[in-house]
C-alpha cells in the first residue's frame, strides 16, 4: 500500500480561501445585477436584493415592504398607462414588453424625500416579473402628489 501526503503551507491556504471569497463575491454578484446591452437587468427576488437596489438607488426605506400587490399588465394601455410607461421609457424600462404578464409591485415607504415632513406620503414602488425589476416610480399619496422615477434626484 502506497500512501503520499501533501503538506499545505498556512499562506497558501489562506491564498486559496482569498481567491474562493472573491469568485463567491463575483458570483453573487452577477446573479444580481448583469448587463444584456446597454440596459442594466436587476434581479429583485429577494428582499435583501431590493433593499440593495433601493439604496442603490439613494431611498432610505422601511426593512420591509408595506404592500405586495399582483397586477396584470393589460393588453391595452389606457392614458393613464401609456403616461405612466412614459416615465418608465426615461428610466430605460418599456412595460409594452409585458403586455398581459403578471407583475408584482412591491411599495415601500420612503423615509428621506427632502422636504417632506409626513413620511407616511412618500412610497416606492418596485414592479416585479419573475424576479425582474421591469419598472418603477417614487410618489406622494398626497392629494396633487407627484410622480418621478427610481434614482433619487
Known sequence: ?????????????????????????????????????NHTVYQLKTESQRQSFLKEMGWNVSAEYENCRVIVIPQDFNDVFQKYNTLQKEQGFDLSR?????????????????????KDCIKCNLLICDGVLIGGDVCSVELGGFMQGLKKG
Open 1 to 37: 500500500m502506497f500512501i503520499k501526503t501533501i503538506k499545505i503551507k498556512k499562506p497558501t491556504t489562506a491564498l486559496i480561501g482569498i481567491i474562493i471569497l472573491i469568485f463567491a463575491v463575483i458570483a453573487v454578484t452577477m446573479t444580481v445585477i448583469h448587463k444584456i446591452g
Open 98 to 118: 409585458y403586455k398581459g404578464k403578471t407583475v408584482e409591485i412591491y411599495s415601500y415607504p420612503v423615509y428621506n424625500y427632502s422636504g417632506y415632513e409626513n
